[in-house]
């Protein structure tokens, strides 16, 4: 998979109301090329979680203990 | 005397304000000539309220002088980065494009500092909306390193680290989303606390990304830094992500022992690049924290790479929405440096993002599992390389940022992510004169512990003691 500039030129003006030059575009193209691959990669080697509010209750349920 | 009254920590103006040895009258005029002499070269301060500051100063000794005494900031002069707002007042948060934008609101923190007495000196410069490592602003100015001012200070903070080292403040708030409060604490030899997702309100603050930011201390010292943690934490109603628990009392529980703790030295292959010099002062700050008690053990940590990547995406994708009318609107106001820390967002797919946030919970039980069942904290480098030139680290082309973020966050950026509390803890200088950190990494809401072993550490070190030789200089670097 490769995102295109193109598509960054298209997706920003049609979706955001931004206006992006080729060049610009090519430079977030790989940027967000990286971002994504990155990402995949890395729930690959986790399982998701659906309970809402899980991260705030797991930060107070392994809170550390209180210091003496 | 108005040297020898900047000179001393927070902790120590305290006791003597209380004790009426000395007034707030004289501690914010120290202050204030301080900056008049200093801030040409570092830049910190963006806006300087004398006259108000000055009042804030004679209502303090009026209290003091009729024995009420609000608690240890009571008098102190501080100042904070400029995007805590004060309802009616102007938070520029680093950009050009608020300069105008008057707060209707007052934040949390400000609110919990201006009732405990401290006294507001001005505002402080920082990276325009808190979108950037390195103290540069095209706006403002870039902040300089008051260590040597042709080096940049860090930032995002990048005021509130120069005017705490450079003794213009005896404290200040920053914010950390990605390393915003440790990297300039660590660039400008402070300590700085960046604490638990949730536990230091928002309300009121400058968003940069909602899942990552948090509020927290930058000080001369880790007890100046708990005084101010102290200060600021506890449930907020305003903010419903703040933890309802009762806040631990940081100043007293920084006098126990640290015997018996043990303290993770990462072996993960992320962490080998790292400069000789800097190696050489992280490992020497080890073989003191050794003597002083703890013991240090090897740790492999989960990928932080690969929880980077992800806290990389949420990081873009919240930026973008919390600036996708101004884009649109008044892009042209924004430096290039923001617009490329921003941009990539509008391109991230939804379903990456939620992705990447329904990962959050699991990686952080598998961090602390993994982690905190054999370490009380991790201790790691804040920066990897001596603290880099202004003109190293300049922005030239739209190709170098997503270079440029990896080389000066790779050990901060993280943290954010999973939510976990880290301080920046001085230990030392490189042979150019230029300090160098280390980072304490613990459990949710272990700020007690952490701060009581960088108290400890400056115990039994004296870098924290180590004060700029600024000069009084015309603005020759601006």
Not at chain 2, 32 to 54: G, K, M, Q, W, Y
Not at chain 2, 191 to 218: E, I, N
Request: aromatic share 6%; proline share 6%.
């Amino acid at each position: 998979m490769s995102i295109d500039a193109d598509l960054i030129v298209v997706q920003a003006r049609e979706l955001h109301q931004l206006d992006v030059g080729k060049a610009r575009a090519a430079e977030l193209a790989h940027e967000v090329q990286a971002l994504i691959d990155n990402a995949l990669k890395a729930a690959q080697s986790a399982h998701f979680d659906d309970e809402p509010d899980r991260f705030l209750y797991l930060l107070s349920a392994l809170r550390d203990p209180p210091l003496l | 005397m108005a040297a020898d009254i900047r000179a001393l920590p927070l902790a120590a103006l305290s006791r003597a304000l209380q004790r009426r040895e000395l007034s707030s009258m004289e501690a914010t005029r120290a202050c204030l000539d301080a900056i008049d002499e200093h801030n040409p070269t570092v830049n910190a301060f963006v806006s300087v309220e004398r006259d108000a500051a000055l009042a804030q100063a004679a209502a303090a000794d009026r209290e003091l002088g009729t024995q009420q005494w609000r608690g240890a900031l009571h008098g102190v002069p501080l100042a904070h980065k400029d995007m805590f707002y004060r309802a009616g007042k102007v938070s520029t948060c680093g950009s050009a494009l608020c300069v105008d934008r008057v707060a209707s609101v007052t934040a949390a923190v400000q609110q919990r500092m201006g009732d405990g007495g401290a006294v507001y000196l001005g505002s402080l410069n920082m990276s325009e909306f808190a979108a950037g490592p390195t103290g540069h602003n095209a706006h403002f100015g870039h902040c300089r390193n008051p260590w040597n001012p042709a080096h940049i200070s860090g930032g995002s903070s990048s005021g509130s680290g120069a005017a705490v080292a450079a003794r213009l403040a005896f404290g200040s708030l920053g914010s950390d989303t990605g390393g915003s409060i440790r990297l300039p604490a660590a660039m400008c030899g402070v300590v700085g606390v960046k604490p638990t997702y949730g536990l230091v309100s928002r309300h009121g603050v400058m968003p940069r990304c909602w899942s990552l930011d948090a509020v927290g201390p930058l000080a001369r010292t880790a007890e100046d830094a708990a005084i101010l943690l102290h200060a600021v934490a506890g449930h907020d109603p305003r903010d419903r992500t703040t933890d309802p628990s009762p806040r631990p009392d940081y100043p007293a529980l920084l006098a126990g022992s640290i015997g018996g703790m043990t303290v993770g030295v990462p072996t993960n292959a992320a962490f080998a690049d790292v400069d000789a010099e800097v190696r050489a002062r992280l490992d020497a700050s080890l073989r003191a924290l050794e003597a002083l008690g703890a013991r240090v053990i090897p740790v492999e940590l989960p990928d932080p790479r690969v929880i980077y990547a992800l806290t990389n995406l949420v990081n873009k994708a919240e930026a973008a929405t919390i600036h996708a009318k101004w884009m649109r609107t008044r892009y042209d106001e924004y430096s290039l440096s923001a617009v490329n820390r921003i941009e990539a967002g509008f391109h991230v797919p939804a379903t990456h993002y939620l992705d990447a946030l329904r990962l959050r919970a699991p990686l952080l039980e598998k961090f602390t599992q993994e982690v905190f069942a054999r370490v009380d904290a991790v201790h790691m480098p804040v920066i990897g390389m001596p603290v880099p030139t202004i003109e190293a680290t300049e922005i030239r082309s739209t190709e170098d940022v997503p270079a440029l973020m990896e080389r000066v966050t790779r050990f901060t950026r993280w943290v954010n992510y999973l939510g976990l509390p880290a301080v920046s803890v001085p230990c030392g200088f490189t042979a150019s004169e230029l300090p160098v950190a280390y980072q304490l990494l613990g459990r949710p809401f272990a700020e007690a512990r952490l701060l009581r072993i960088a108290h400890t550490y400056q115990q039994g070190t004296d870098w924290h003691r180590r004060v700029p030789a600024l000069q009084a200089t015309e603005r020759a670097h601006a």
